[in-house]
């Protein structure tokens, strides 16, 4: 019985033999290649012909700094041992986002329950902190996203706050977590023009700008242009704006950053420009393009009755002084403060109806006839462009309409012509720094300008 067992031994004692010394040969043979490569480079690179390039030589490669970081970082993630297993770029590794809009009636514990959640779990991330507990009111059209495990589990779940920022839920081993995750938005710089044949709607549509955009660049120059009134055939504007883009994808358009509009052979321009936590528009010079009173305080429809000593009044039939203007405009058409200052009166009378009085710096008071509400009291400070009234024909009107009056010191002025006081300019280094700013800017819109002028005379 031993007998067998010895020659077992002898057995695999010889196999370990042979396998070692085949080891051994395939080093012997692997060595002897790696000799032979080098020995035949050595004689090739020595062989390169005159102006030949030699690709045997080495090399060396200088990364950019913010690669080498990247990659460092990276390393530093893969080796320490608090790195989560899987973020947010990871689909290869947890799947693709699940997303689930809301409809009308469903609530989120409808949604948990078709996608295979527990109402315990959702109960756990309600819980969590008040962003979590806010996911309570939720509205139709609104979106969640899941990532779930290959066993349905949930991973992560995330909820669009705004268009900037994401509630961000995370299960990691069991554990809950909730944070606030900002989306990347970039802003991508664009240009656009055009020239009025009929209107700076229509204009500004063939342009390609949104609604908004219009409303904004007729915004921007309100103090100084009447698009109503002012605008002619020929007219033209330029602009350099901003195309906000999320994660990929077209968002909206941002902010107008300079602009130029040519009135009547007039030109205008203003620059968009931050300081001291303010936002305006600025003139080339550093005056505010906001001046201190609206040249209308309402958006009409038209004028139906102009400044006037002496107009024959519509309802009592006899001259009468109209010592304001009236704007028409639809029923309900909101108006707005036409500077700061403050109510001295919201009443309501047979002759003026329901009317609002406003008193303001430099003796300058504006009065607001006809409403068919008022929305401020007697000795409310109100800012300019805060809504304080809607058109309406209270009082005697014979139409909805806007009587609105100027007076300085006391005297009835012309609200269509009387000259409006003027912004302070930005000073000293502001204005430096506003310059330097607009200057690129400027010189944008003008070669667009020159583009356009040249184009026009091909």
Known sequence: MELPGFIHKIRHRIEDDRHWLTRQKLLVFGATLVIIGISMGAFESSQVPPGKTNYSQIIELSLPDRLLL???????????????????????????????????????????????????????????????????????????????????????????????????VRDENDVLSAEIQQRQIIAEISEAQGV???????????????????????????????????????????????????????????????ATFINQGERFQAVYFEHDGISAYFAPDGRNMR????????????????????????????????????????????VYAAGDGIVIRSDYS????????????????????????????????????????????????TGPHLHYEFLVNGVHRNPRTVSLPKAEPLKGETLKAFQAHAAPMLTQLSRRESASLYAKRE
């Open 70 to 168: 990247q990659s460092a970082a990276q390393s530093d993630e893969d080796t320490s041992p608090s790195a989560p297993s899987f973020g947010l770029d990871d689909d290869w590794a947890i799947g693709q986002w699940d997303a689930v809009k809301v409809r009308s009636g469903q609530t989120l514990d409808t949604i948990f329950r078709n996608q295979g959640f527990s109402v315990a779990l959702l109960h756990k991330i309600l819980a969590l902190n008040e962003d979590t507990r806010g996911l309570r009111k939720i509205r139709p059209g609104e979106t969640f996203e899941f990532r779930k495990d290959t066993n349905g589990k949930l991973l992560q779940m995330r909820y669009p706050l705004d268009e900037s920022r994401y509630l961000l």
């Open 196 to 258: 009025i044949n009929s209107s700076l709607f229509l204009a500004a549509k063939k342009a390609g700008l949104s609604d908004a955009m219009i409303m904004k660049l007729a915004n921007i120059f309100g103090w100084d242009i009447d698009f109503v009134l002012d605008i002619r055939q020929g007219d033209r504007f330029m602009l350099v704006y901003e195309k906000l883009y999320r994660e990929g994808e077209f968002l909206r358009d941002g902010n107008i950053l300079a």
């Open 291 to 334: 001046k201190a009173f609206l040249r209308a305080p309402l958006n009409f429809s038209y004028i139906s009755s102009s400044f006037n000593p002496r107009r024959m009044h519509p309802v009592l039939k006899r001259i009468r002084p109209h010592n304001g203007i009236d704007y028409r405009a639809p029923r309900g058409t909101p």
């Open 350 to 397: 047979r002759a003026n109806g329901h009317h609002v009085f406003i008193r303001h710096a430099n003796n300058i008071q504006t009065k607001y006839l006809h409403f068919t509400r008022r929305t401020v009291k007697k000795g409310q400070h109100v800012k300019q462009g805060q809504t304080i009234g809607y058109v309406g024909s209270s009082g005697l009107a």
